[in-house]
């Protein structure tokens, strides 16, 4: 019963590389999300995904990309590491916009950026 | 937009004694989800409890209870008997119904609860 797994759970990179953060999920869930969390912020959406091929701007895309071309796949790319985007990276995913079925997360990924 | 607010960044309770968290959140809509999401030192995001806006009773698992108070725009969450497995950071969370929702979680900033022996 493994949920949402994300791959890695911590990875140092340098400015100006590059990386993909990767989220699986074994339910058949519709919608999946990435977060980042920041000290006193909160979680706030990067990017999200209503369906397989499909994807959405959250509220802080800046310097991030996403991909959902499997159903239980959603993959977030950050194409140039700033210092910026160290963070706590959280994927999530939701069977069905009805009712009050919550999100279901995965560990998160800590990103830090030199 | 909606928005939400945990007021208290930090709280600390005895074990055994009772502890209730505040958020208030500010929407025009009428029909939303309300969610307590639970974070303990491992990072991982727990779902607590969860209210549906159209239910005038308050939801209650176990040892935890909301306090949905709609004209207000508030939901407080009340810990009973805490325990030392209760630290964590707390979260309380938004989301508009489906009809104008792509089921995405508005997030508080969060309540440091610490639990002292």
């Known amino acids: 019963n493994a949920g949402v797994t994300q791959t890695p759970k911590f990875r140092v990179l340098k400015t100006g590389q590059s990386m993909t953060l990767l989220c699986a999920q074994d339910?058949?869930?519709?919608?999946m999300y990435w977060y980042r969390q920041d000290p006193g912020m909160g979680l706030r959406l990067i990017h999200y995904?209503?369906?397989?091929?499909?994807?959405a701007k959250g509220e802080v895309p800046d310097g991030y990309n996403v991909s959902r071309l499997k159903k239980q796949n959603f993959l977030l790319g950050l194409e140039s590491a700033a210092p910026s985007q160290t963070s706590v990276y959280f994927c999530?995913?939701?069977?069905?916009?009805?009712?009050?079925?919550?999100?279901?997360f995965g560990d998160g990924t800590r990103l830090s950026i030199l | 937009a909606q928005t939400v607010t945990q007021s208290q960044p930090e709280m600390s309770v005895q074990e055994a004694e009772t502890v209730t968290l505040s958020c208030t959140y500010d929407?025009?809509?009428?029909?939303?989800?309300l969610f307590w999401y639970k974070q303990p030192p491992s990072r991982q995001m727990i779902l607590v409890i969860r209210q549906e806006a159209y239910k005038q009773q308050n939801a209650t698992e176990n040892r935890f209870s909301v306090n949905f108070q709609k004209a207000a725009k508030s939901f407080s969450l009340k810990i009973s008997d805490s325990q030392l497995g209760d630290a964590a950071m707390y979260f309380c969370?938004?989301?508009?119904?489906?009809?104008?929702?792509?089921?995405?979680?508005?997030f508080g900033k969060g309540t440091k609860l610490s639990v002292k022996p």
């Open positions: 929407t025009s809509e009428s029909d939303y989800y």
């Open positions: 969370a938004y989301r508009r119904n489906y009809g104008g929702s792509q089921g995405n979680l508005i």
């Open positions: 999530a995913s939701l069977r069905a916009l009805e009712g009050n079925q919550p999100q279901h």
């Open positions: 339910m058949n869930h519709e919608y």
């Open positions: 995904s209503v369906g397989e091929g499909t994807t």
